[in-house]
Every structure is written in structure tokens, then in C-alpha cells.
């Protein structure tokens, strides 16, 4: 059973506009979220997180929302940028153990 | 610093043989995971460790074997490769620091078993 949730499996955006992707989760221990950005042919790279305290956080261009009663975070991407362009992963730890689960990922495409 | 290194980049299996996927970090990180990637699907945790001589189960630990006799390193073995086994494999560490639980990862393995 899926415990991380992004239902949208790809996302096109225009270029200098805002790209908003979701995450569903079920689980209530989690304490801790996180966005992970990949590219073809290499590893993830970390992005965002926050923590289940929190409601918003922001770096940049980037910005989580959590929304806990929901069981949802977004991720906020402003303006978009070609670069942009790539899968993004949304993670989740529990309070209780170390694991970090991870959604099936939403691929952006921002388009000129 | 080289951060975490994974080698082979690619291998191609026969069933039945066995192979280790080797995961190096030398980033002093106390945390390491194993992640496999199937196509169009997220990441699933097969193992983790919180330290040197500490390993547990993810989501998908069947079918795979880790150790973490040092900080450093946290091989993957697998014993019996079957086709359902044919994935991208990453390994990712954290330091362990309470509050900071962002991953790095290596570049990946991408495994055939045919």
C-alpha cells in the first residue's frame, strides 16, 4: 500500500509561470518532508523540505506548503525555468524510524 | 569530497548468479540507504543503516542481503538474481543529525537480469 502519493504522473508549465506539484500522504507519524529533484541518468538531489510543526517553507524560487489536516504538501516552483524540467520526488520520514519512503514522482516539463 | 560512489555503473545478469553492488561515502555520514527504481515507479527502500554494524528492512527487503562493517561502505548483495530484480539501484547517505534528514545520493547501477 502506497504510503506517498503524487497522482499526477507529469506536469507542463509555460515557462515564468508558477508550477504547483502535490503529494498525498497517509500516514500520520510522518514528522518530516522532503523534495527530491532527478535528472535522466543520475541520482536524486535534494530541494525542499518541512518539517510537520511547520506549514510553509521557502527557499528561493521553491515553496512547501503543508497542510496536515489534509495529509497533502505542494511544492511551489516560481517563476518556472527551463532547468526546471526534470522528475520530482516527494518524500516522507516517520517519527518512530529512520525510514525515508518515497512517492512515484511527477515529471515537469516547462515549455518555451 | 566525492560524496557517495556506487560501482558497476551497469551489469548485466544471468538468473541464478549473484552479484554486490558496491557503495562507498566519504562524507562521515552515520545513515545509509538502499533505493531501487523501476521504471515509471518512485524509489523503494530496500535496506537502511543508522551506523556501522546496524542495518534493518525497508519496503522491499526480499531477495537481498546488506552488511555495514564501516562508516563508509554499504554493499548490496544480491544472491539469486531474478528478472524481477532488473532495476536502477541508488544508495544515498545522511549525517544523522537531528533536524536534517536530506539524503544524498550516489549516481546509480542499472541492473538487467536476463
Known amino acids: 500500500d502506497q504510503q506517498v502519493k503524487q497522482n499526477s504522473p507529469s506536469l507542463s508549465v509555460q515557462e515564468g509561470r508558477i508550477s504547483i506539484l502535490n503529494c498525498d500522504y497517509t500516514?500520520?507519524?510522518?514528522?518530516?518532508f522532503l523534495w527530491y529533484k532527478k535528472y535522466p541518468a543520475e541520482g536524486p538531489t535534494f530541494l525542499i523540505s518541512?518539517?510537520?510543526?511547520?506549514d510553509k517553507n521557502e527557499d528561493g524560487r521553491f515553496t512547501v506548503f503543508l497542510n496536515k489536516s489534509a495529509k497533502h504538501l505542494s511544492l511551489h516552483i516560481v517563476p518556472s525555468q527551463p532547468g526546471d524540467s526534470a522528475v520530482y520526488f516527494c518524500?516522507?520520514?516517520?517519527?518512530?524510524?529512520?525510514?525515508?519512503?518515497f512517492g512515484k514522482g511527477t515529471r515537469l516539463h516547462i515549455l518555451p | 569530497n566525492a560524496g557517495v560512489t556506487q560501482t558497476p555503473k551497469f551489469r548485466i545478469l544471468k538468473i541464478g548468479q549473484s552479484m554486490t553492488l558496491q557503495c562507498t561515502q566519504d562524507m562521515n555520514h552515520n545513515y545509509m540507504y538502499w533505493y531501487r527504481q523501476d521504471p515509471g515507479m518512485g524509489l523503494k527502500l530496500i535496506y537502511y543503516?543508522?551506523?556501522?554494524?546496524?542495518?534493518d528492512k525497508g519496503e522491499v527487503p526480499n531477495g537481498y542481503n546488506v552488511s555495514r562493517s564501516t562508516t563508509e561502505d554499504f554493499p548490496l548483495r544480491l544472491e539469486l538474481a531474478a528478472p524481477s530484480q532488473t532495476s536502477v539501484y541508488f544508495c544515498?547517505?545522511?549525517?544523522?543529525?537531528?533536524?536534517?534528514?536530506?539524503?544524498?545520493f550516489g549516481p546509480g547501477t542499472r541492473l538487467t537480469v536476463l
Open positions: 543503516s543508522v551506523g556501522a554494524g546496524i542495518t
Open positions: 500516514n500520520s507519524m510522518f514528522d518530516y
Open positions: 518524500a516522507a520520514k516517520g517519527d518512530r524510524d529512520d525510514k525515508i519512503i
Open positions: 544515498a547517505s545522511r549525517p544523522g543529525l537531528a533536524g536534517v534528514y536530506e539524503q544524498f
Open positions: 518541512i518539517s510537520s510543526i511547520k
